[in-house]
């Protein structure tokens, strides 16, 4: 039986942690509320910005520095009140805690730690289950394979496109992008629906087979790793190492062309096509 002063701290604490959430709740709301305000505000200051440099009789540009300062400043009270809200918020959430539950272990991380105890071999008794497992492994192995298969051949393909001058006669680079997408998009589009299909498939297959996976490595110690080739190329891949190095590497090259172009002056040249589709076709100054 519980003592009175034990009954007592649990009240407390049930008490406490209702309130923190109900503060965290109701600052939620109204914090939210506060920020349609003051994007409803930034919109009505633009949208009156550009009637009235676009009303008859009016001379100048509609969007200068001094205009939009103007415009601001009405508002401004408001956008420092939202980031004041933004700090309180921050200090709200280390004053008034809340415990977090436990996050459940997903299907597939379940699945990935008992596979390092799945025996090369069925039990004894278990021959359906093992065999079932392995063939939705393959099925999903095989889905993967097509997919990548299908992306590889679009990349051939498109290098060959591009490497054979007979497929740009003209000057219209636009034009001659979209005849070889026509021929590349089809091989691209095949591989989405397969890698889609296939993430459908492995998403089910692994609430399937995690009880049998259970039942089949019930008792089994992790095994030696007997990857072949191909599947030791894959584990290299996933490693969040080598991930974050492709990631950073495709990051140098962005930036790097992102300098090449406004060296060369095509930023120049995409800022004015920016502008007059702004101006010409969405209507926006």
């Known amino acids: 039986m519980l003592t009175l002063r034990a009954r007592v701290d649990i009240i407390y604490l049930l008490m406490k942690e209702k309130t923190c959430k109900t503060v965290r709740l109701s600052y939620g709301i109204i914090f939210g509320v506060f920020t349609v305000v003051v994007g409803a505000l ?11 440099g676009t009303a008859e009789g009016y001379s100048g540009d509609v ?88 992306f590889g051949v679009a990349c051939v393909y498109g290098l060959v496109y591009l490497c054979i001058p ?53 008792g089994q110690k992790p095994q030696i790793n007997t990857k072949n080739k191909f599947q030791t190329a894959l584990a290299v891949l996933e490693n969040k190492w080598v991930i974050l190095g492709i990631r950073i590497a495709v990051a140098v090259i962005a930036v790097a062309f992102i300098i090449w172009g406004a ?13 007059n589709i702004c101006t010409e076709c969405i209507g926006l100054g």
């Open 166 to 218: 007979a497929n740009f006669p003209n000057k219209n680079v636009t034009h001659e992008i979209l005849e070889m997408v026509k021929h590349i998009f089809p091989c691209v589009f095949a591989g989405l629906l397969v890698i889609c299909g296939a993430g459908i498939y492995e998403k089910y297959a692994v609430k399937a087979m995690l009880p049998l996976v259970q039942k089949v490595t019930k």
């Open 63 to 150: 969007f200068t520095r001094g205009r939009v300062v103007e415009a601001l400043s009405k508002i401004d009270l408001f956008f420092w009140l939202w980031i004041a809200g933004i700090v309180v918020g921050f200090v709200l959430w280390e004053v008034f805690p809340v415990k977090q539950k436990p996050r459940k272990i997903c299907p597939d991380l379940q699945l990935a730690r008992l596979n390092k105890r799945m025996p090369a071999t069925a039990p004894e008794g278990l021959e359906g289950e093992f065999k079932t497992i392995a063939q939705a492994k393959k099925v999903i192995f095989a889905l993967q394979c097509a997919a990548w298969a299908l």
């Open 42 to 52: 930034f919109i009505w200051q633009v949208l009156s910005l550009y009637f009235t």
């Open 263 to 275: 060296l060369n002056g095509n930023a120049r040249s995409v800022f004015i096509k920016a502008i």
